[in-house]
């Protein structure tokens, strides 16, 4: 476990002095790395909780630049990131919220081969992405390594957010995914409410968190879905689904 200086300690006073977080909580979030693929809205919105709770070391892998339509959502990005590669101005943006945090920008999409080694070589993956194929990916191959995987996603007035450990009793993403087929709609067809993203994000940052530094208990499956019309929080248990050919075994 790595020992925190007493800059650090000043520094994340607040949740140290949390009796559930603690010294051992803080020191977890300092030797922990991230893996996030996206820094569009979901990402920009989670990001900035785990560098500034003290995450060690993260990794942001995006292959797009800033559009104008962007900046309603994706708080990272200013006006002068305009056509510039999102990673880049999310790296800069975030650095300068903690310069104690080692961020790694990847401005391209990662081959399979890539992608399964960037996975194993981090703590926990962020899925920040805004398709199927790649959340359906990143759950295979976290699957194949056991590293923990916080998805969510963000559209109209409406998100969720699902986390996945792998254990032998817990479903996967694909034993959700399976259940709303393959038809998907974006937000540049449906549209998404800005705080929204910020709503799902912050929870995606506070689930890492309580991966990371063992912090209550993971109940697996557990799916959490909010309505912004009615400002609601539900929750359902996701079933392991027995045709389900990522997880299951007979």
């Known amino acids: 476990m790595e020992i925190l200086s007493d800059k650090e300690m000043l520094r994340y006073n607040r949740q140290?002095?949390?009796?559930?977080?603690?010294?051992?909580?803080?020191?977890?979030?300092?030797?922990?790395?991230?893996?996030?693929?996206?820094?569009?809205?979901?990402?920009?919105?989670?990001?900035?909780?785990?560098?500034?709770?003290?995450?060690?070391?993260?990794?942001?892998?995006?292959?797009?630049?800033?559009e104008l339509s962007n900046l309603?959502?994706?708080?990272?990005?200013?006006?002068?990131?305009?056509?510039?590669?999102?990673?880049?101005?999310?790296?800069?943006?975030?650095?300068a919220l903690n310069s104690g945090c080692d961020i790694t920008a990847i401005a391209r999409r990662l081959h399979e081969d890539e992608l399964s080694e960037a996975i194993a070589q981090h703590s926990l993956v962020m899925d920040a992405s805004d398709n199927l194929a790649t959340r359906n990916q990143l759950n295979r191959l976290c699957y194949q390594h056991k590293t923990p995987l916080v998805s969510g996603a963000a559209i109209r007035l409406?998100?969720?957010v699902i986390s996945f450990t792998y254990q032998d009793d817990e479903p996967c993403y694909q034993c959700l995914s399976t259940l709303f087929g393959a038809n998907e709609l974006s937000c540049v067809e449906a549209g998404?409410?800005?705080?929204?993203?910020?709503?799902?994000?912050?929870?995606?940052?506070?689930?890492?968190?309580?991966?990371?530094?063992?912090?209550?208990?993971?109940?697996?499956?557990?799916?959490?879905?909010?309505?912004a019309l009615s400002m609601k929080w539900q929750q359902f248990t996701l079933p392991k689904q027995a045709q389900c050919n990522i997880c299951h075994k007979i």
């Open 16 to 66: 140290i002095i949390l009796r559930s977080f603690d010294f051992e909580g803080q020191e977890a979030l300092k030797q922990a790395s991230v893996l996030v693929i996206g820094a569009g809205g979901l990402g920009c919105a989670a990001t900035p909780y785990l560098v500034s709770a003290g995450i060690g070391k993260l990794t942001i892998v995006d292959d797009d630049v800033v």
């Open 72 to 95: 309603q959502r994706q708080i990272l990005h200013t006006e002068s990131d305009i056509n510039t590669l999102k990673v880049q101005s999310a790296k800069s943006s975030l650095q």
């Open 158 to 160: 409406e998100g969720q």
């Open 192 to 227: 998404i409410l800005a705080p929204v993203v910020g709503v799902i994000g912050s929870m995606q940052a506070l689930e890492a968190i309580r991966l990371l530094a063992n912090l209550g208990q993971h109940t697996p499956g557990k799916l959490m879905m909010f309505d």
